[in-house]
């Protein structure tokens, strides 16, 4: 638009940007993320999340052994019926969790989208409303004198590009909720794996949790844009018995007032969220070694050089099982080789029986068990018989002879 009033124009131009990306963030908000981008932003996502499932079973199983030996005193305890069902269970959720998580996300996206639409359709709104000048104020500017017109410009330059830098803020927002997004859709076969220990569950449940509030936040800036439409329905009031130049003023400070009530609302949308669900940052905890013989030197997440080598070695055989037989049997099949793959490697890094590592209980299984025989016959030996002996038949022999 070009009212060849250069006031007029500053300030309808930077009104058609703000109604621009309003009508665009609600648009986006009512979208799913198969959908946005025309679907190619998904399609990455999708295939990264099925690379990544390969670490994710590695990871299930290492999980799921560290979680057996930090929760159980001795292996007596895991032959226990109960705790042994106990902990098959929670494995085979686990496993069930990592291999259709994507399908929980997209569920758990799709319920708050409902919630979404129900608030749209209960507030009656299907279209944002815009935000317009009021014709008094056109009225006003262009009855100004050159003179009278340079503060009136001044002051529309400074308010248009307020307008504009919050409009970029307001979209930026919204467009980083969408990326937040498919970050947690691309990365959740790694900490949903953590369910399988009991110790690591909390990642798994504060990643949910994480995940809830990043698609609660699309309900609250919904929400947001509702409480700013009934501001657009009562535009700023224009006092008509005020100078030009002070009507400018107050309608563009009032103006921007409401804009930026709707621009920290989307901006705060994740910290409303994160309060109502209570997500906080966890505490760093440094644990001691009950026993100080017990001590090995961390290299990486608390785990020693042994743990760190295995774990890798674990996570290699399973991403080689997934690349190399996906092409050829069935996911549910493949996840399976891949866990039993990794299983042997996570029993050599974390797994000890009565402080012997994993290839020496082993070893001493397979000496007492085949090597050595089964029935052990006890034979008791005389040494100072047998250093005597010589001697004794000495003298038994000259015994002999003189009774001969």
Not at 47 to 65: D, E, S, T
Not at 143 to 150: D, G, M, P, R, V
Request: one cysteine or more.
């Amino acid at each position: 638009m070009n009212s060849g009033n250069w006031i007029i124009d500053n300030i309808v131009n930077a009104l058609n940007v703000w109604n621009d990306k309003l009508q665009e963030i609600w648009q986006i908000i009512t979208q799913s993320p198969e959908s946005f981008k025309g679907g190619g932003i998904w399609s990455v996502v999708l295939n990264i999340n099925a690379a990544l499932k390969a670490i994710g079973y590695a990871l299930l199983v290492l999980f799921f052994v560290v979680g057996i030996v930090k929760t159980c005193g001795s292996f007596a305890e895991v032959k226990r019926p109960e705790h042994a069902a106990k902990l098959f269970i929670r494995f085979i959720l686990a496993k069930a969790v990592v291999g259709y998580g994507l399908d929980l996300m997209i569920a758990l996206f799709r319920i708050v989208q409902g919630v979404i639409s129900t608030t749209m359709n209960t507030a009656g709104l299907t279209v944002q409303a815009s935000v317009a000048m009021p014709e008094e104020m056109t009225a006003a500017i262009q009855a100004l004198t050159f003179w009278q017109s340079i503060p009136a410009w001044a002051v529309s330059l400074i308010g248009s590009l307020v307008i504009i830098v919050l409009s970029f803020v307001m979209i930026m927002s919204v467009y980083g909720r969408f990326f937040k997004l498919y970050l947690y859709t691309a990365i959740a076969p790694i900490p949903l794996s953590a369910f399988a220990g009991e110790p690591s569950a909390n990642i798994g449940k504060s990643f949910l949790k994480s995940y809830a509030a990043v698609c609660l936040e699309g309900a609250v800036i919904v929400l947001g844009c509702i409480v700013f439409s009934v501001f657009a329905s009562s535009p700023p009031s224009v006092d008509a018995s005020a100078s030009p130049v002070a009507m400018v003023w107050m309608y563009m400070g009032e103006l921007i007032f409401n804009l930026l009530v709707l621009t920290g609302t989307v901006k705060m949308a994740d910290r409303v969220v994160r309060d109502v669900w209570a997500i906080k940052g966890g505490n760093m905890e440094i644990k001691i070694n009950k026993e100080i013989r017990n001590y090995t030197e961390s290299m990486f997440f608390g785990l020693n050089a042994r743990q760190c080598i295995f774990s890798l070695l674990a996570i290699g055989i399973a991403v080689a099982i997934y690349f190399g037989l996906r092409g050829y049997l069935g996911t549910e099949t493949v996840s399976w080789l891949c866990i039993l793959g990794a299983a042997p490697f996570a029993a050599f890094g974390f797994l000890r029986y009565n402080g012997m590592p994993a290839e020496k209980f082993i070893a001493a299984f397979i000496r007492s068990e085949f090597l050595m025989p089964k029935r052990l016959l006890f034979q008791p030996t005389n040494v100072y018989y047998e250093i005597l002996q010589p001697t004794i038949r000495k003298h038994e022999k000259e015994a002999q002879k003189k009774h001969d």
